[in-house]
C-alpha cells in the first residue's frame, strides 16, 4: 500500500472518529495508528503521514498538546523543578491556543494538572503568606 493510499485511509479514519469535535485524543491517535501497523506501515512512517493529514484537514492532536505542555513546564520550571501560578497560566494558555477551541477552560487546566502529575513537575511554588494554589486548583477541578 503506497504512502498516498495510507494518507487517503487516514483521513477516512480521522473524520469517522473526530468528525463532531475536530479533535484527536490519545486513544483515537492510537486506534489509527494501529489500523496503519495492520497495513504494513511501520510506525515511524504512520506517525509523521498522520499528524499531516489532521494539520491538512485542521484536526487538532491532543499529543501534539501534551508535548506542548511539557516542553513548556520543563523549561520554565527550571532547576529547581518548581512551578508557580504564572507558570501554570502561561502552559494554560499556551495549550488553550493549541487545542484551538476544542476544549473548555476546565478541561484544558485539568490536561495541564495531568500532565505536571504524568512528568513529576508538581512541585509548586506558594508565597509567603499565601495558600498552597495548586492544591485548591486540584480540589476546584476535582483530580
Known amino acids: 500500500m503506497s504512502i498516498d493510499d495510507i494518507k487517503k485511509r487516514f483521513v477516512?479514519?480521522?473524520?469517522?472518529?473526530?468528525?463532531?469535535d475536530r479533535y484527536i485524543d490519545r486513544i483515537e491517535e492510537r486506534e489509527i495508528?494501529?489500523?496503519?501497523?495492520?497495513?504494513?506501515?511501520?510506525?515511524?512512517?504512520?506517525r509523521p503521514a498522520l499528524l499531516q493529514v489532521c494539520d491538512e484537514q485542521g484536526?487538532?492532536?491532543?499529543?501534539?498538546v501534551i508535548k506542548l505542555i511539557k516542553d513548556r513546564l520543563q523549561s520554565?520550571?527550571?532547576?529547581?523543578?518548581?512551578?508557580?501560578?504564572?507558570?501554570?497560566?502561561?502552559?494554560?494558555?499556551?495549550?488553550?491556543?493549541?487545542?484551538d477551541g476544542k476544549?473548555?477552560?476546565?478541561?484544558?487546566?485539568?490536561?495541564?494538572?495531568?500532565?505536571?502529575?504524568?512528568?513529576g513537575n508538581n512541585k509548586v511554588k506558594t508565597g509567603w503568606f499565601s495558600r498552597n494554589w495548586y492544591a485548591s486548583l486540584k480540589r476546584e477541578l476535582g483530580v
Open 33 to 46: 495508528l494501529q489500523i496503519a501497523i495492520q497495513l504494513g506501515v511501520s510506525i515511524d512512517s504512520a
Open 59 to 64: 484536526f487538532v492532536v491532543e499529543s501534539r
Open 103 to 119: 476544549k473548555n477552560d476546565r478541561e484544558v487546566k485539568r490536561m495541564v494538572l495531568r500532565v505536571m502529575e504524568e512528568t
Open 76 to 99: 520554565a520550571a527550571g532547576a529547581d523543578g518548581e512551578v508557580d501560578r504564572p507558570l501554570f497560566e502561561a502552559a494554560v494558555a499556551a495549550a488553550k491556543t493549541a487545542v
Open 12 to 20: 477516512d479514519e480521522v473524520k469517522l472518529r473526530a468528525y463532531d
